[in-house]
């Protein structure tokens, strides 16, 4: 499903900002970007995702800034570099340099190359981030009533055409008894002949629907009772969404006439089956 949250946390000395970004997806994929030196904290990051989440594309964003402002290099580092490149240049290669030049290549000694990860900051991080997956679960929950209502809908309209089909079938059959009684006739044949029996015997067994009918029936109840459920119910919404498209395949092909029945189902169907996919 999709979703997104967004949590923030303060520690002792760093801030930090977790953004996640939930698409629709069959399995789980947990992509991180992070600054590089917070490469140690990524492993538990998905840890905590996969704790909450367990279908779906899963983007986590996290910036962090320090609550004070940290020099960009070590002062005291910059003092010696400075003092050991004077004593350099003038009493061991006599050169002369500007107070510029000694101080630019002081800085670059004193540089600080990354920040570091501590305890401190894994715990704000962290701390963002679980704020940022409860936003997000929310988030997600709500489509998710939004994709069961859509859902429930669908179902609904799928039993009042049902309804149809039972009422359809009936004439059909009727009417397919008629036009054999009427060639017995032009054959001299009696309505009670063997023949005639057999030969409408065998096109209403051919042609009989009942049990899929009757399968339609259970998976549409076998639905709502999944949807009703808490937890992970994407794959078996899946699984049910499947199986009704089959037995309504079956359907029409036993009774051709009932094709315009037979393609609104498998319209709502197809449309199950993708709102199904982007269910936990």
């Known amino acids: 499903m999709t979703g997104f949250g967004r949590g923030e946390a303060e520690g002792e000395r760093w801030r930090a900002t977790t953004v996640i970004r939930s698409l629709n997806g069959k399995g789980l994929d947990v ?16 840890d905590k995702v996969k704790g909450k989440v367990r279908r779906g594309s899963i983007q986590v964003f996290v910036e962090v800034e320090p609550k004070d402002v ?14 050991i490149v004077r004593d350099l240049a003038q009493n061991k290669l006599g050169l002369n340099l500007t107070g510029d030049k000694i101080f630019e290549f002081a800085w670059k000694y004193a540089e600080r190359t990354t920040m570091e990860l501590d305890e401190d900051l894994e715990a704000t991080v ?7 997956l409860e936003d997000l679960v929310s988030s997600r929950r709500r489509e998710g ?21 039972e ?4 004439i059909i059959e009727t009417s397919v008894k008629e036009k054999i009684v009427e060639r017995s006739k032009e054959m001299k044949l009696p309505e009670d002949h063997p023949t005639v029996l057999n030969e409408i015997m065998f096109l209403l067994e051919r042609m009989d629907i009942n ?15 999944v949807m009703s459920k808490e937890g992970e119910v994407g794959k078996n919404l899946e699984f049910l969404a499947q ?21 609104a189902i498998k319209v709502e169907v197809d449309k199950i089956k993708q709102q199904a996919a982007n269910v936990e």
Do not use: C, Q, Y
């Open 211 to 225: 049990e899929e009918i009757t399968r339609l029936k259970i998976h549409l109840r076998r639905f709502r009772e």
């Open 167 to 170: 009422a359809r079938k009936e």
């Open 145 to 165: 009533e939004l994709l069961k209502k859509d859902i429930e809908e669908r179902i609904s309209r799928i039993e009042n055409i049902l309804k149809e089909i």
């Open 243 to 263: 199986e009704m498209h089959r037995e309504i395949t079956t359907l029409g092909n036993k009774m051709p006439d009932l094709s315009e029945f037979v393609v």
């Open 70 to 83: 940290i020099p960009p290099v070590d002062v005291e580092r910059l003092i010696r570099g400075a003092e």
């Open 31 to 46: 992509s991180v970007r992070i600054p590089t030196f917070l490469m140690a904290v990524e492993p538990k990051i998905k």
């Open 126 to 132: 962290l701390g963002s981030l679980s704020k940022a």
